[in-house]
């Protein structure tokens, strides 16, 4: 079983990949997960939308040339269970704590170098998932 972290700030840094969540606001008031890069906002996740339920909203991985490291993220279920994250490099398989933020998201990141990654909420549950988009640093 994954271990689940909570955090309830309305700021989450992430050292390992430089990003930052932030709690926001979607439309008529929903709770809404912003996704930084370092100053860019990359995605926002709103939670309650009908227009695009998805337990897996986005996933990254390291720029070349720096660290390696593994980012996902997304909205929790109706019934607040964690998901179950998996980050894979070929056989190798490395499960992954989810972290929940503001009762209605989650995040997990991980060192190291992955390609793809599997979330589901149990073993009987479809699994979401796919390859890791790499992070483009912006040009100077």
Do not use: K, N
Not at 4 to 29: F, I, K, P
């Amino acid at each position: 079983m994954t271990d689940v972290m909570q955090h309830t700030t309305a700021e989450l840094y992430l050292r390992l990949s430089d990003c930052t969540m932030r709690v926001g606001r979607g439309s008529r008031g929903r709770p809404a997960l912003e996704v930084y890069a370092g100053y860019r906002l990359i995605d926002v996740a709103v939670a309650g939308s009908t227009l695009a339920p998805t337990l897996l909203r986005g996933a990254l991985r390291s720029a070349r040339r720096e660290p390696a490291w593994a980012l996902a993220w997304g909205v929790l279920p109706e019934d607040g269970a964690p998901p179950r994250i998996e980050f894979r490099r070929g056989r190798f398989v490395l499960q992954a704590p989810a972290t929940i933020f503001a009762d209605r998201f989650w995040v997990a990141t991980v060192p190291g170098t992955y390609r793809s990654l599997a979330v589901r909420t149990t073993d009987a549950a479809p699994v979401e998932g796919g390859r890791l988009t790499r992070m483009r640093l912006p040009r100077l």
